[in-house]
């Protein structure tokens, strides 16, 4: 007999997260411990008690003030590498699974997954194990073999250079103010930007801003 698992739920729509909280609490071999709209909330939880929870489950379309899902991901594996999470989306295609795959997903299932399926797959990756649907499989094997390994952080480490950039983007200064606060040539300046978005997953200002409290700069 398994124990119950406790999972935390993240998903931008009330009425949604409210229907699968009242589904999953009424699951047998779940335990429901908590259940956010935002991606903050759910990240503040998590690190007021990381060992609480068994498993992430949340959706791949937040809203959007919200930061994208794969960003969430890839946070979530540098900050809690052994939180397995599984991802639920209305977009149940080839494209889609994978991209969740490759910033930290560990399992993949359709919003149209019933309670029972989604406690065997949170059974499933609590045990280590790496699930996406059946029909998703054989579409999906050259790229699965690629995966990082559960723990791996999914963002290569920022040199000195590229996180005190960073930190001032996110001050408000641009690069050429950068430039001449480091006494360093613009161009230096906004390569060292682009790697740090690269490192980081965002390709933009507005998404480095929404990842702030997120991502451990300071």
Do not use: W
């Amino acid at each position: 007999m398994f124990s119950d698992k406790r999972v935390m739920l993240l998903d931008d729509h009330p009425v949604l997260l409210h229907g699968l909280e009242v589904v999953l609490a009424s699951a047998h071999g779940l335990e429901v411990v908590g259940s956010f709209q935002t991606a903050g909330d759910f990240i503040a939880a998590l690190a007021a008690d990381p060992a609480g929870v068994d498993v992430g489950i949340v959706d791949y379309s937040l809203g959007p003030d919200d930061v994208d899902c794969r960003n969430l991901l890839m946070a979530l594996r540098r900050r809690h590498p052994q939180l397995p999470v599984l991802v639920l989306s209305a977009q149940h295609n080839a494209p889609t699974v994978m991209a969740a795959l490759k910033a930290g997903a560990r399992g993949f299932l359709p919003k149209s997954a019933t309670a029972a399926e989604i406690v065997r797959v949170v059974e499933a990756l609590h045990q280590g194990r790496l699930h996406v649907a059946a029909d998703m499989m054989h579409m999906l094997t050259d790229g699965i073999a690629e995966l990082p390994s559960p723990g791996e952080d999914s963002c290569a480490s920022l040199s000195p250079r590229e996180r005190e950039v960073l930190l001032a983007v996110l001050d408000g200064f641009t690069v050429d103010e950068i430039a001449e606060q480091f006494g360093r040539a613009a161009n230096t300046i906004s390569a060292q930007k682009r790697a740090g978005y690269r490192k980081l997953g965002v390709r933009s200002n507005g998404e480095l801003f929404k990842l702030r409290h997120l991502l451990d700069l300071e």
